[in-house]
């Protein structure tokens, strides 16, 4: 079945020639030109992936991206930018981008980062899939449940508002509670993609969960920093 790519970006010149390119790979393309259009077409047309700039008029790609994830609508997201600001690349992936691209770029790497998001994403659901028979339908720790199946998560039975990189690293602790992890293991895991050793992504989604199920950040009781190796999710020793 021919994938459907998404490609929203306000000069024509970068749309035409994504489009084409994309095209030639065997891929369907619907395109847009502000933030409003694209994220209606990300919603109606069900696209396999987004190609999303992040300067846009109406709408930035980081209000996009923004509003698809609070919509429960998980495409895979890849991100361009004229910008190399730090800050920007954070904020994006936070939100749930699932890459990032900085301008000026080929549009064969675009091809190829598309095709590499896309054959991640294919392998994560049968992987998940696999496994589904396998997985409880809850993993409890304490006060905090995490359904995989079902995409949530409770803390004291009120459900937490995660995006969907939150929740993917909240789960990928849960089941491998107790072990020490890594921060370029997380990079792995969660993110499947190597962003040149920038381990800040794992300690910035590791503070925004521990805001969301930790009653004293300074004192984590779920969330464990183990200095100079990763963190480990662990069941609490007090409520």
Same mark, same amino acid.
């Given at each position: 079945?021919?994938?459907?790519?998404?490609?929203?970006?306000?000069?024509?010149?970068?749309?035409?020639l994504l489009?084409?390119?994309?095209?030639?790979?065997?891929?369907?393309?619907?395109?847009?030109?502000?933030?409003?259009?694209?994220?209606?077409?990300?919603?109606?047309?069900?696209?396999?992936?987004?190609?999303?700039?992040?300067?846009?008029?109406?709408?930035?790609?980081?209000?996009?991206?923004?509003?698809?994830?609070?919509?429960?609508?998980?495409?895979?997201?890849?991100?361009?930018?004229?910008?190399?600001?730090?800050? %920007?690349?954070?904020?994006?992936?936070?939100?749930?981008?699932?890459?990032?691209?900085?301008?000026?770029?080929?549009?064969?790497?675009?091809?190829?980062?598309?095709?590499?998001?896309?054959?991640?994403?294919?392998?994560?659901?049968?992987?998940?899939?696999?496994?589904?028979?396998?997985?409880?339908?809850?993993?409890?720790?304490?006060?905090?449940?995490?359904?995989?199946?079902?995409?949530?998560?409770?803390?004291?039975?009120?459900?937490?508002?995660?995006?969907?990189?939150?929740?993917?690293?909240?789960?990928?602790?849960?089941?491998?509670?107790?072990?020490?992890?890594?921060?370029?293991?997380?990079?792995?895991?969660?993110?499947?993609?190597?962003?040149?050793?920038?381990?800040?992504?794992? %300690?910035?989604?590791?503070?925004?969960?521990?805001?969301?199920i930790e009653? %004293?950040?300074?004192?984590?009781?779920?969330?464990?920093?183990?200095?100079?190796?990763?963190?480990?999710?662990?069941?609490?020793?007090?409520?």
């Amino acid at each position: 079945m021919t994938k459907k790519v998404l490609v929203v970006d306000d000069e024509k010149s970068i749309l035409t020639l994504l489009q084409y390119n994309l095209e030639q790979a065997g891929y369907a393309v619907v395109t847009a030109m502000d933030g409003e259009e694209g994220k209606e077409l990300a919603i109606r047309e069900m696209p396999d992936i987004i190609v999303l700039d992040l300067m846009l008029p109406l709408l930035d790609g980081i209000e996009v991206c923004k509003q698809l994830r609070q919509q429960k609508i998980i495409t895979p997201i890849l991100m361009l930018t004229a910008k190399d600001d730090e800050f %920007d690349k954070v904020l994006g992936l936070e939100l749930g981008a699932d890459d990032y691209m900085t301008k000026p770029f080929s549009p064969r790497e675009v091809v190829a980062r598309v095709k590499a998001i896309l054959r991640r994403s294919q392998f994560q659901k049968e992987q998940s899939d696999d496994e589904s028979d396998e997985l409880d339908e809850m993993i409890k720790l304490g006060s905090l449940k995490v359904f995989p199946e079902r995409y949530e998560a409770f803390f004291e039975e009120v459900e937490l508002e995660l995006t969907p990189k939150e929740f993917e690293l909240l789960l990928y602790l849960a089941k491998n509670k107790g072990r020490v992890l890594t921060r370029d293991q997380l990079l792995s895991s969660v993110w499947n993609y190597d962003f040149a050793g920038d381990t800040r992504i794992v %300690d910035v989604h590791i503070s925004h969960l521990r805001e969301k199920i930790e009653k %004293d950040t300074k004192k984590p009781i779920y969330i464990k920093t183990i200095r100079g190796l990763g963190y480990k999710l662990e069941e609490p020793k007090e409520e």
